[in-house]
């Protein structure tokens, strides 16, 4: 079992909507989480990062860490369709998930 | 110029055969990292080095061996290279004070 689960999906929302993405994590010392966007055919980049519980709004982004339940979650409001790439999750280990693809149709 | 460049880009070759995949940066940055990536399995960490003499099995180090050459380079072989060993593979960096990650821009490696 990978200590970082993610719903592989695919997911598909309208544009304009929220999209959220999840993330569970086995490790209860992991202290802080990573979401990358990946295009496809281009190498994963950094959108939003979170160490502490609570959520950490930036733009469109919003990360959510709940430690106690293990989760953390990326929602993206007002969903484009430029959105629309495979979202990874990691932890501190450098140790990511499957990712989920997200399509936003128009 | 790229900060994390890799050489080659696409590369295809036979069973049996030795493989050395490079990565460069101009980042500065002291941890380089490999990964592979598989359809639907995210990233894998194969090996990591956190500065030139620091050299760390990652998850599927098996049939993989690393090189660090300079802060700069990052090398990773294949000493005898296998079909299931077909995959996108990443190189990586990061600062220890910051645990973001900035990639390269992937190697394709086909074994026939």
């Known amino acids: 079992q990978k200590e970082v689960e993610q719903n592989s999906g695919p997911l598909s929302v309208p544009e304009g909507a929220i999209a959220s993405l999840n993330c569970t994590y086995s490790?209860?010392?992991?202290?802080?989480f990573f979401w990358y966007r990946q295009y496809s055919g281009k190498s994963p980049e950094l959108i939003m990062f979170?160490?502490?519980?609570g959520d950490k709004e930036d733009g469109r982004f919003t990360a959510q860490l709940n430690k106690a339940s293990q989760y953390v979650s990326l929602l993206i409001r007002d969903s484009q369709p430029s959105d629309s790439a495979t979202y990874l999750c990691a932890g501190h280990d450098m140790r990511f998930g499957a990712g989920t693809r997200l399509t936003v149709k128009p | 110029d790229a900060d994390v460049t890799q050489t080659p880009r696409n590369r295809i070759t036979k069973t049996g055969k030795r493989i050395m995949l490079e990565c460069s940066q101009t980042k500065g940055h002291d941890r380089m990292y490999w990964y592979r990536q598989d359809p639907g399995l995210g990233l894998q960490l194969i090996y990591y080095s956190f500065d030139v003499k620091d050299i760390n099995k990652g998850e599927i180090s098996d049939g993989y061996s690393v090189s660090r050459q300079a802060q700069a380079k990052f090398s990773l072989s294949l000493e005898s290279a296998i079909p299931n060993q077909t995959a996108l593979y990443f190189c990586?960096?990061?600062?220890?004070?910051?645990?973001?990650?900035?990639f390269g821009p992937g190697t394709r490696l086909t074994v026939l």
């Open positions: 490790d209860r010392g992991s202290q802080s």
């Open positions: 979170i160490y502490s519980n």
């Open positions: 990586a960096t990061s600062d220890p004070g910051d645990n973001e990650q900035f």
